[in-house]
Antibody
Framework: QVQLQESGPGLVKPSETLSLTCTVS????????WSWIRQPPGKGLEWIGY???????NYHPSLKSRVTISVDTSKNQFSLKLTSVTTADTAVYLC????????????WGQGTLVTVSS | SYVLTQPPSVSVAPGKTASITCGGN??????VHWFQQKPGQAPVLVIY???DRPSGIPERFSGSNSGNTATLTISRVEAGDEADYYC???????????FGTGTKVTVL
């Protein structure tokens, strides 16, 4: 059973960079698409972007200028960096896997709350 | 970018049927997936490929998709079905994943 676990600071100052890592266990990070998704408090889900094992990425158009997703296959991890954060970036950040050969998310992390505040 | 619109809330009495719509431009040409999310928990897949149920999901959950609307139907609603529900598609033209705006289902 594949498991995902997010990790990183829970508090980030405005204008700084949010950095999170998702560690995948119980399976290889190869041959799948891996995504970051976020959910502001009391609001809906927003897809941030994905990365494939080859390093190929795609991002939500509204975040594209500030987002970088990278992968470390040797550690079975992928990471998110979001620059120049504001209070609007306060959210629970979740990592998830796109089922191989499909278009839906089959495994999710539990999510980690990141608060942007001075 | 592609937009999916859901009603903010649906209320239903126990034992009755809840229908949650997901509207999008020609959504019938895409495959729709549905997630259930309870407070403080990660989303759980309840329907994939418009109408298929993952193992462990009750037959009470069903889906359909045609024209500009996809629908998640929950029959014989139980108190444990109270949750937020999200539709999701992959937009092939942009290679982006899109979530619906979400619907809160309240069991009266």
């Amino acid at each position: 059973q594949v498991q995902l676990q997010e990790s990183g600071p829970g508090l980030v100052k405005p204008s700084e960079t949010l950095s999170l890592t998702c560690t995948v266990s119980g399976g290889s990070i190869s041959s799948s698409y891996w995504s970051w998704i976020r959910q502001p408090p009391g609001k809906g889900l927003e897809w941030i972007g994905y990365i494939y094992e080859t390093g190929s990425t795609n991002y939500h158009p509204s975040l594209k200028s500030r987002v970088t997703i990278s992968v470390d296959t040797s550690k079975n991890q992928f990471s998110l960096k979001l620059t120049s954060v504001t209070t609007a970036d306060t959210a629970v950040y979740l990592c998830a896997r796109v089922r191989e050969g499909s278009t839906y998310f089959d495994f999710w992390g539990q999510g980690t709350l990141v608060t942007v505040s001075s | 970018s592609y937009v999916l619109t859901q009603p903010p809330s649906v209320s239903v009495a126990p034992g009755k049927t809840a229908s949650i719509t997901c509207g999008g431009n020609n959504i019938g040409s895409k495959t729709v997936h549905w997630f259930q999310q309870k407070p403080g928990q990660a989303p759980v897949l309840v329907i994939y490929y418009d109408r298929d149920r993952p193992s462990g999901i009750p037959e009470r959950f069903s889906g359909s998709n045609s024209g500009n609307t996809a629908t998640l139907t929950i029959s014989r609603v139980e108190a444990g079905d109270e949750a937020d529900y999200y539709c999701q598609v992959w937009d092939s033209s942009s290679d982006h994943y899109v979530f619906g705006t979400g619907t809160k289902v309240t069991v009266l």
